[in-house]
């Protein structure tokens, strides 16, 4: 998941043992990163709720499993595949202990997302950061679901109730019909209310500046293309205002004349 390129040796390509390229390896973790982050991220619930709260003899437990299995076999082949693109297989993996204890236990998996995280804030990353955002509301409302569904009084009963739930938080809505009644989906409840705040800030900071980029555009001057007029240089403007006096100066002397020295005159011959 880490880039380390640059610890495959500075030589030429090709010039690894065994004939392997280190840019075989930077390539695979370029085009495999984000996909395994997103994965990381999608599947948090899984991570920050208990497997005793996926409850006993209901299809929820089976599924939570079944994911929680899936992604330590996609975690466990992203190792394999990296451990024999790199020159060194068994000091790769030896030296990169995350991605193996990743593979047995998925809390690991969070710094992941956490990366992920981080990298969303750059410039230009809004559908980057949309979908990430997109990704923690759904966590929300899968989480909410497994701490509310068994709870005393709770009125979140079905994923169905969770994500309107979800939808209504996030959007500051607060309609009330849904609420959260234990600690832990009331402390979910409040990230979910931030998430909503923050998506909210960075979405309308982005459509501002794109507004103030496309407000600067239009005032700027047009840039001189080929069918435009060429721009006047100093010389130029006192060569006119020369010939402009001579032409004043000229009619001073014979009010008379009918048109200025050096002009055609308007009348016939």
């Given amino acids: 998941m880490i880039a380390h390129g640059k610890h495959q040796g500075s030589g ?3 010039a690894v043992p065994g004939g392997q390229s280190p840019t075989r390896l930077a390539s695979y973790q370029s085009r495999t990163q984000t996909p ?3 994965l990381s ?15 006993t003899g209901h299809h929820v437990r089976a599924v939570a499993l079944a994911v929680r299995l899936v992604v330590s076999v996609v975690f466990a082949l992203d190792m394999a595949v990296r451990s024999i693109l790199a020159p060194r297989h068994l000091r790769y993996a030896i030296t990169h202990p995350l991605g193996v204890v990743s593979i047995l236990a998925p809390p690991v998996r969070v710094l992941f997302s956490l990366r992920l995280l981080g990298s969303m804030f750059r410039r ?3 559908p980057r950061f949309l979908l990430a955002e997109a990704m923690l509301i759904l966590n929300g409302a899968v989480i909410e679901f497994l701490y509310e569904r068994h709870a005393a009084g709770s ?12 939808v209504v938080t996030v959007t500051t809505v607060g309609y009330g019909d849904f609420y959260p009644v234990t600690v832990q989906g009331r402390i979910v409840a409040g990230l979910v209310m931030a998430t909503g705040l923050l998506t909210l800030a960075v979405v309308t900071a982005q459509v501002a500046s794109s507004f103030a980029t496309q407000a600067a555009g239009a005032a700027a001057p047009p840039a001189t293309g080929a069918g435009a007029p060429p721009a006047l240089s100093l010389e130029d403007l006192d060569r ?26 308007g009348g016939g011959s």
Avoid: K, M, Q, Y
């Fill in 124 to 126: 230009g990353r809004l």
């Fill in 36 to 38: 395994l982050d997103l």
């Fill in 240 to 265: 006119r205002l020369a010939r402009i006096e001579v032409a004043l100066g000229a009619l001073c002397l014979n009010p008379g004349a009918p048109d200025a020295p050096g002009e055609p005159s």
């Fill in 12 to 14: 030429a390509a090709g």
């Fill in 155 to 166: 009125n979140i009963h079905s994923l169905g109730d969770s994500l309107w739930w979800v």
């Fill in 41 to 55: 991220l999608a599947t948090l619930w899984i991570v920050v709720v208990p497997p005793g709260d996926f409850g």
